[in-house]
């Protein structure tokens, strides 16, 4: 590690590991040279190599793609891909170590201004921050500069819920039973458990249990034209099973062996999400809900019997209880209903609005 004057009177700093030549910049002052060499001999006693961190961007996707590809879900590989066609070029070209807070909040501005959906963007930060912390991981660069910063908020309308209640849920089953009782039966047990489709599909008979309490243990999920792998977020949870729903899947799951799948057509098949819409004329009978919002449903009636929100996040399987509480805001909030009352309520003697109006 060296400070040299140059012949023009600057500072060329060296930095050196043992014997091998590991960089060198110049600087105006002596002062920037020293900091320069201290920044990086500190990087490199901590496993950081400054060299490391000089390719190209481009050239050390491709090697963590190639990891990815024996590692991951096809689906998440396939989203992974995309970092090719999203990253900027320009990003693209500089040396890794380069690539700090305000070049990941451009190329997310950029992505935006180009049209890209605000949740095409997120799923792309998503990557892109799993790139970088495999890049810490492996000692390429010190510091994942995408965990800093967050996608602006785009003027896309959000994609609302739109649950069932209790009794509509009901009534919708009615309606559903009239053109295939099996169907309709699989159904309104989504809208009790909050599967998930690609959960649903892959639920075998030996993740039904009945002791201590009954339940589904939700351990796979097999989305359509993909392998069975594992729940979103990769972990198990199990679902308890109402009254309301116990006898359906015991009738399901009498006479199967363990591993045949719970959920299945009359004739034993998987299901498919087109058949299913089809036959049960979804488009009319769904109100213009998703089959996704059965899982709503299943959460909102959770709250409204007054399951605590910390057990609703756990059946759900959601890892941040943020999420949980968009069905608290959705349903209402104690302090909501609270207002309500009082809006509600006579004004008593101290008298109010109501007063005002009556011209006291």
Not at 78 to 104: C, F, G, K, W, Y
Not at 220 to 232: D, F, I
Not at 339 to 358: F, I, Q, V
Request: contains cysteine.
């Amino acid at each position: 590690m060296s400070i040299t004057k140059t012949a023009t009177g600057r500072f060329r700093a060296q930095l050196k590991n043992g014997r091998q030549f590991v960089g060198s910049r110049t600087f105006d002052t002596k002062t920037e040279a020293k900091n320069w060499l201290n920044r990086e001999r500190a990087a490199l006693d901590g496993g950081v190599d400054p060299r490391a961190g000089k390719e190209r961007l481009r050239l050390v996707l491709d090697r963590w793609l190639a990891v990815r590809k024996i590692t991951v879900a096809k689906k998440t590989y396939t989203a992974d891909l995309d970092l090719r066609r999203l990253i900027p070029t320009s990003m693209q070209n500089v040396h890794l170590s380069a690539v700090s807070e305000r070049e990941v909040a451009r190329s997310f501005e950029v992505l935006l201004a180009g049209g890209l959906a605000d949740s095409s963007v997120v799923r792309y930060r998503a990557s892109l921050s799993v790139f970088f912390a495999w890049c810490v991981r492996e000692r390429l660069v010190g510091k994942n500069p995408v965990t800093g910063v967050k996608v602006p908020k785009g003027s896309d309308e959000l994609t609302e819920m739109d649950p069932f209640t209790e009794d509509g849920l009901e009534a919708a089953y009615l309606v559903w039973r009239m053109k295939d009782e099996r169907l309709a039966d699989i159904l309104l047990v989504m809208g009790w458990t909050g599967l998930r489709w690609g959960e649903m599909r892959a639920m075998q008979v030996a993740n039904f249990v009945e002791v201590p309490t009954p339940g589904l243990m939700v351990r796979r999920s097999q989305p359509e034209g993909s392998p069975v792998k594992a729940t979103k977020g990769r972990s198990m949870r199990r679902v308890p099973l109402a009254d309301r729903v116990l006898s359906i899947v015991q009738g399901l799951a009498d006479g199967r062996a363990p591993h045949d799948l719970l959920f299945t057509s009359d004739g034993g098949s998987q299901l498919w999400r087109t058949a299913t819409v089809r036959v049960l004329s979804w488009e009319k009978t769904g109100q213009g809900r998703r089959l996704h919002d059965l899982r709503h449903t299943a959460a909102c009636l959770w709250l409204s019997r007054s399951v605590a929100p910390g057990t609703v996040q756990a059946w759900c399987g959601h890892e941040s209880i943020a999420t949980t509480n968009r069905y608290l805001h959705f349903l209402g909030t104690d302090a909501d209903k609270a207002g309500l009352n009082r809006l509600n309520n006579d004004p008593g003697s101290a008298g109010g609005a109501r007063d005002a109006r009556n011209g006291a």
